[in-house]
């Protein structure tokens, strides 16, 4: 059987304040998908196993250019790669993937472009984690920050608190989420009406899994997975990468 990964790249990333798409941004001189692409490719689970397949989404006007991009830097790899259109939400985009799987695939890892630095070893754990009898599986990290729950704001825009939450059994969570191919397809079928609009869409596969009322199981996670939303996000990004190359 076979490991698949979902790279998805189809988000405009307009907080990050750049003319490109966000996933074609650079980074220390190349492509966050790319960064991203190579690390899900350098995985390597103690068995042996990595991703013989992998699915790109991409916006509309960029398909092209997207297949080119991975054809030159990943021509020589030993990886079935497809590009496909992605949706109007993150979880569109993300069926419209699962949708071109090879028919020998039974773990999917669903990862985020946003994502560029998250190391070769994280994806390996998850895929572990699958092949171990989890079928969905989400890196995860403790939250280290106080949490709290607030009601409506007043006139002013202050918010009340309401409560102020536990993080004992908090987890931000991270990417890529790994799954048993079987039950991510039924977790986007089920949840599929909702999923073409941003306010009623999931923001993560394991929440569709949650919906079901399936198990998700958290690893450990990795503090170079951070997302890069924002500018300031993409600098701490290569300062991270400089600081490697040192």
Sequence with gaps: MTVAAILTAAGSGTRL??????????????????????????ARTTAGERVEVLVVTTPADRVDEVAALLAGVLG?????????????????????AIAVLPHDVDVVLVHDAARPLAPPSLAARVVEAVRAGHAAVVPGLPVVDTVKRVGPADGSGAERVRETVARTDLRAVQ????????????????????????RTAVSDDAGLVERLGRPVWVVRG??????????????????LLAEEDA
């Design 76 to 96: 020589e790899a030993d990886v079935r790669v497809e590009v496909v259109l992605g949706g109007a939400t993150r979880q569109a985009s993300v069926a419209a």
């Design 175 to 198: 990417t890529p989420q790994g799954f048993e191919r079987a039950l991510l397809v039924e977790a986007h079928t089920a949840g599929a009406d909702h999923g073409r609009d941003e």
């Design 17 to 42: 304040g750049h003319p490109l798409p966000k996933a074609l941004v650079p980074l220390r001189g190349e492509r966050l998908l790319l960064h991203a692409a190579r690390g899900l490719l350098a």
């Design 222 to 239: 990795d503090d170079r997975a951070a997302k890069i939303t924002t500018a300031r996000d993409l600098a701490l990004a290569e300062l």
